[in-house]
């Protein structure tokens, strides 16, 4: 009866997570891009619901037909909430229709793992938001998910990816997702002969996660690429939810976000963000 009521409850007033609305002051009445969207975490009853105070929002989606839209077409077909968008078919790492400095913003909820190579995606996405503009990343923390296992990709490793041009094609990390995913907490597949088909198609499905975030990952990340973070938050069970706002005319030092004094850290979620 109790979980009924909550239920209920959370139909009228979802979770949130904490300053969300900072999050939406930021973007209100702007005009953005989504990669691999529309995201349930910012509709209405998302823990970032955001689509309603935007002032437009595009899409892009790798694929005419993914597992996760079914079938889509390019053209006023990105629905997010009770509004529509352009739905762009591209791979989000490689952006050629849309013209640099097109947008005021990107959008990206639980795709960046998807990439195989992280780094020159977000080059990428930050070519295409102006001066100033704001890229905002909700990206699984490894500690709560069915990565759990495996270990915290290192920066070093991206930037190897990035130096050698590394394509989506890549199969690096099958061999350790078969070993190491616990398929016990992973919904999409029942059987290790599953997970294996899963992961040896992922070109076309894009389902592998090629790289393992943690929260200092990220901030070592946004050091790298010279972005400003704007804020940190943690949403359970696994988000990392970090707000980028491109940086052009200084050295962004957000080694703040490395100190385990910092408040993203004090009540902590995630064993290995403890890095001290």
């Known amino acids: ?17 904490k300053n969300y609305k ?3 002051s930021t973007l209100s009445n702007k005009k953005g891009l989504e990669i691999g969207g529309p995201s349930s975490a910012f509709s209405s009853k998302g823990y970032l619901p955001i689509y309603s105070h935007l002032k437009t929002l595009d899409g892009c989606n790798f694929s ?26 591209s791979d989000g790492i490689k952006l050629d229709t849309v013209k640099t400095n097109q947008y005021d913003f990107l959008l990206s909820c639980h795709s960046l793992e998807h990439f195989a190579n992280p ?21 699984p923390h490894k500690d709560n ?16 990816d990035y130096k050698n041009e590394t394509q989506e094609n890549d199969t690096t990390h099958f061999e350790e997702v078969i070993e190491l995913h616990d398929i ?9 002969e599953s997970l294996k088909k899963r992961t040896f198609d992922n070109f076309n499905n894009r389902c592998v996660h090629h790289h393992v975030f943690n929260t ?15 804020d940190i938050q943690h949403f359970n069970p696994f988000n990392i939810i970090i707000l980028l706002q491109k940086n052009e005319e200084s050295l962004a030092d957000n080694n703040t976000f490395l100190n385990h004094k910092n408040e993203v850290y004090q ?10």
């Open 1 to 17: 009866m109790l979980k009924r009521l909550e239920v209920l409850y959370r139909q009228y007033f979802p979770k949130r997570m």
């Open 119 to 139: 780094l020159k995606a977000l080059e990428e996405w930050k070519r295409i938001v102006n001066d100033n503009g704001y890229i905002l990343l909700i990206v």
């Open 145 to 160: 998910t069915f990565d759990h296992k495996r270990p915290i990709t290192t920066l070093e490793h991206l930037i190897e």
């Open 64 to 89: 005419s037909n993914t597992i996760w839209e079914g079938s889509i077409s390019e053209g006023m077909n990105f629905n997010y909430g009770n509004r529509k968008g352009l739905q762009i078919i």
């Open 22 to 24: 900072l999050f939406i």
């Open 184 to 192: 016990s907490m992973d919904e999409g597949v029942k059987d290790i």
């Open 267 to 276: 009540k902590e979620k995630f064993p290995s963000d403890k890095i001290w």
């Open 216 to 230: 200092p990952l990220l901030v070592k990340i946004a050091n790298h690429l010279n972005f400003k973070i704007c």
